[in-house]
């Protein structure tokens, strides 16, 4: 019913920029906050960055200053905009979305994920 897509992924030299992007899709009646989330082979997944719907941010230690979290309320969109990538910035990101949806006839408040997009740091 709702769908989350990732896009904007790629191979990058270190030191260069992507620009990831989640749309949002279905039948939503509001979106909470908004985030991206990363995980390596082998490795947990981790939070990169979140923000609120006013637009408040938390970022992970290791991309503080590198990165740049932010979103449209009216499209349901939001994007991740990443500098100064390192080698160990590599992995899958995930889009995830706190969205309330009205099932028969209830508010049903849920995480929903994206398929994920590969992001590749390496000369």
């Known amino acids: 019913q709702v769908q989350l897509v990732e896009s904007g992924g790629g191979l990058v030299q270190p030191g260069g920029s992507l620009r990831l992007s989640c749309a949002a899709s279905g039948s939503i009646f509001s979106i909470n906050a908004m985030g991206w989330y990363r995980q390596a082979p082998g490795k947990q997944r981790e939070l990169v960055a979140a923000?609120?719907?006013?637009?408040?941010?938390n970022y992970a230690d290791s991309v503080k200053g590198r990165f740049t979290i932010s979103r449209d309320n009216t499209k349901n969109t939001v994007s991740l905009q990443m500098n100064s990538l390192k080698s160990e910035d590599t992995a899958v990101y995930y889009c995830?979305?706190?969205?309330?949806?009205?099932?028969?006839?209830?508010?049903?408040?849920?995480?929903?994920w994206g398929q994920g997009t590969q992001v590749t740091v390496s000369s």
């Open positions: 995830n979305a706190e969205i309330l949806t009205y099932t028969r006839g209830m508010p049903v408040a849920h995480d929903y």
């Open positions: 923000i609120t719907r006013g637009g408040t941010t």
